[in-house]
């Protein structure tokens, strides 16, 4: 197959559902870029792949005549009027559904965004995101510390989720050991420090605890903060549009053989056996944070048994391989 992908190249969602497919898509000629040249009609592409938006999903009739087209949509594009990003992709939700409507092939990440799309197109299938474990960035590579790092990653967009935190963090003074890490800090503009900093203070109990931060960098290399990490913790509002999400979080603590503390909510909570201890009550944080702080076998355990369970019910050659199967029965057909 010959495979066009259309991204950014700091769009974490184009990195899993664009870049790393189609960098691992086996028997095919794959090809990534943020915009298609005047060479790029030439070299004979059979389909073009993307996340969500793409630069020429203004012209679906012209484009559709020389390729397949498939969307990618990896979470619900009906964000909460809470969420900092509503107004903006409220704006944008004709242009969504104009390109569901339009694509040859739809694919998601769970049931829950499938029965969404159905109604504008039944040709959905569901990809959840994987990790390739043991590639690229996706290693055990770690930095030592004489602390036990207790450590979140994401964006300034989880204020909220960092915010269950609030009051559990203030016990964490009993445990002098630990170290906080905010992971994927920003300060290149006003607005993105001040919510930074808020989170910072929410995550350090005002930075009465021992803390430190690691900047955030791009998707071709974020898992470098992941490297700072002994216990993960992964607090989440519980509401629907959260549920429509994946669970990549915990694959990528478990690429990294990292223990986790989850909140008990969806999606992380569809996968009962996932080995992570779920957060069903507020005074659960600390215990949890303490039980793994004081035992380094349970650490050890946690992180053995989930890398474990990632690598068999999310396996990435698995998942991709049904992927090159669906792409191909598409071009053929």
Avoid at 88 to 114: E, G, M, P
Avoid at 176 to 191: A, E, F, K, R, S
Avoid at 304 to 333: D, G, P, V
Wanted: hydrophobic share 40%; charged share 25%; glycine share 4%.
């Amino acid at each position: 197959m010959r495979l066009l992908g259309l991204t950014e190249a700091m769009s974490g969602c184009g990195w899993h559902r664009v870049m790393l497919p189609l960098a691992f898509m086996p028997d095919s000629y794959c090809h990534v870029t943020n915009f298609m040249t005047p060479n790029l009609f030439e070299d004979n592409f059979q389909a073009i792949i993307y996340n969500r938006f793409c630069h020429v999903d203004n012209g679906w009739d012209e484009v559709k005549k020389h390729y397949k087209i498939i969307m990618d949509l990896d979470d619900d594009w009906e964000l909460p009027v809470s969420h900092p990003l509503h107004f903006h992709y409220h704006r944008q939700k004709a242009r969504v559904l104009n390109n569901i409507i339009n694509a040859d092939l739809v694919t998601c990440t769970n049931q829950l965004i499938a029965d969404k799309v159905k109604p504008y197109n039944s040709n959905v299938l569901i990809l959840p995101n994987a990790i390739p474990l043991g590639e690229h960035q996706y290693t055990l590579d770690k930095v030592e510390s004489e602390f036990v790092r207790v450590f979140w990653a994401g964006g300034s967009t989880h204020l909220n989720d960092l915010a269950i935190l609030r009051n559990p963090v203030k016990r964490l003074k009993e445990l002098p050991q630990i170290q906080m890490v905010l992971g994927g800090y920003t300060d290149t503009d006003p607005v993105s420090k001040d919510l930074w900093n808020r989170m910072l203070n929410i995550f350090t109990d005002g930075k009465r605890l021992n803390w430190k931060v690691v900047h955030g960098t791009k998707p071709n290399s974020y898992m470098t903060l992941y490297e700072h990490a002994d216990i993960m913790v992964i607090p989440l509002e519980q509401s629907q549009w959260h549920a429509c999400k994946s669970n990549l979080k915990i694959l990528e603590a478990a690429s990294k053989k990292i223990p986790c503390i989850v909140s008990d909510v969806a999606p992380y909570n569809v996968d009962e056996d996932c080995p992570v201890l779920f957060v069903k009550n507020q005074s659960d944080w600390f215990k949890y944070i303490k039980f793994l702080t004081l035992n380094k076998q349970a650490r050890i355990d946690y992180g053995e048994k989930l890398y474990e369970w990632a690598k068999e019910k999310y396996n990435f050659t698995t998942i991709n391989q049904q992927r090159y199967h669906a792409f191909r029965n598409l071009i053929e057909a």
